[in-house]
């Protein structure tokens, strides 16, 4: 850890990141557009490619509407052979580079029948369904306690922030429940009308480690989904990563523009 953050603080002199985000598939388009400092994670130790279509793999420092943040441009999964533990090492970064507040994105199948591909979803709450969790092994104390709370993940006050903005923007943004599993493969029409049981509104394969490590070490955390496509078994056609990365270029705008208008309020 020590030898990443001297690296990254070599490259960025005095800048400290007060708010961190981490842009989910096809998002990253966000943190192109800001002017700052950027170091590709082939370039940092103890970072890992990204080998995701729509996951440029960049560690971003920019100061955005008035606030200092840190973009991952990308992430790794439970999929690409990573463990939890390295998933969610960026996460431990952050919150030693100084950031308190973490906004996570992702592109998620929608499981509501309410939604439909190209609406934006706060995140309310999650369901771990990865069979693990990054906080298995020994406890850092330092970061947190052995057993952290989790009644409270994605905060209230972040989320007023998010729904006020999307008011005042004319965005229509869902609220759901977000379920994560471990992919590659896409869930079945049958596990679909599982999670739907279990009052899972949107599946994917990211996020939630990276919720669960922030929510341990102190930082504040706020998740939006971007629902790309409607999960298997709910509309008649196949689904392919293609047409998710297609989709969140779509909406990117909304995106942006909500995102950014959070940054400002926070």
């Given at each position: 850890?020590?030898e990443?953050?001297?690296?990254?603080?070599?490259?960025?002199?005095n800048f400290?990141?007060?708010?961190g985000l981490?842009?989910?598939?096809?998002?990253?388009?966000?943190?192109?557009?800001?002017n700052?400092?950027?170091?590709?994670?082939?370039?940092?130790?103890?970072?890992?490619?990204?080998t995701v279509?729509?996951?440029?793999?960049?560690?971003?420092?920019?100061?955005?509407?008035?606030?200092k943040?840190?973009?991952?441009?990308?992430r790794?999964?439970?999929?690409?052979?990573?463990?939890?533990?390295?998933?969610?090492?960026?996460?431990?970064?952050?919150?030693?580079?100084?950031v308190?507040?973490l906004?996570?994105?992702?592109?998620?199948?929608?499981?509501?029948?309410?939604?439909?591909?190209?609406?934006?979803?706060?995140?309310?709450?999650?369901?771990?369904?990865?069979?693990?969790?990054?906080?298995?092994?020994?406890?850092?104390?330092?970061?947190?306690?052995?057993?952290?709370?989790?009644?409270e993940?994605?905060?209230?006050?972040?989320?007023?922030?998010?729904?006020?903005?999307?008011?005042i923007?004319?965005?229509?943004?869902?609220e759901?429940?977000?379920?994560?599993?471990?992919g590659?493969?896409?869930?079945?029409?049958?596990?679909?009308?599982?999670?739907?049981?279990?009052?899972?509104?949107?599946?994917g394969?990211s996020?939630?480690?990276?919720?669960?490590i922030?929510?341990?070490?102190?930082?504040?955390?706020?998740?939006?989904s971007?629902?790309?496509?409607?999960?298997a078994?709910?509309?008649?056609?196949?689904?392919?990563?293609?047409?998710?990365v297609e989709?969140?270029?779509?909406?990117?705008?909304?995106?942006?523009?909500?995102?950014?208008s959070?940054?400002?309020?926070?």
């Amino acid at each position: 850890m020590s030898e990443t953050i001297d690296y990254i603080k070599s490259i960025i002199d005095n800048f400290e990141p007060e708010i961190g985000l981490v842009l989910g598939s096809g998002l990253g388009e966000l943190a192109d557009e800001v002017n700052g400092k950027r170091i590709p994670y082939c370039e940092i130790p103890g970072f890992e490619n990204s080998t995701v279509q729509g996951h440029k793999g960049s560690l971003v420092f920019a100061k955005v509407n008035g606030k200092k943040c840190v973009f991952m441009q990308g992430r790794y999964h439970f999929y690409e052979g990573h463990t939890l533990q390295k998933i969610t090492f960026p996460i431990r970064v952050m919150k030693e580079l100084g950031v308190k507040t973490l906004i996570l994105t992702n592109a998620a199948g929608g499981i509501n029948p309410n939604f439909k591909g190209g609406n934006l979803m706060l995140i309310t709450d999650h369901i771990n369904m990865l069979g693990t969790n990054p906080l298995i092994g020994m406890n850092n104390d330092t970061f947190g306690p052995r057993f952290p709370d989790m009644s409270e993940v994605y905060k209230k006050r972040l989320r007023d922030i998010a729904k006020q903005q999307a008011h005042i923007l004319n965005i229509d943004l869902k609220e759901g429940v977000y379920v994560a599993s471990s992919g590659p493969s896409y869930e079945t029409p049958a596990e679909v009308k599982m999670l739907a049981i279990l009052g899972a509104d949107a599946c994917g394969m990211s996020t939630v480690p990276e919720a669960i490590i922030a929510n341990h070490c102190g930082i504040d955390v706020l998740g939006i989904s971007c629902i790309t496509n409607m999960a298997a078994g709910i509309e008649n056609k196949p689904l392919c990563h293609e047409e998710v990365v297609e989709q969140a270029n779509k909406i990117k705008s909304d995106f942006k523009n909500l995102i950014l208008s959070i940054i400002e309020n926070i």
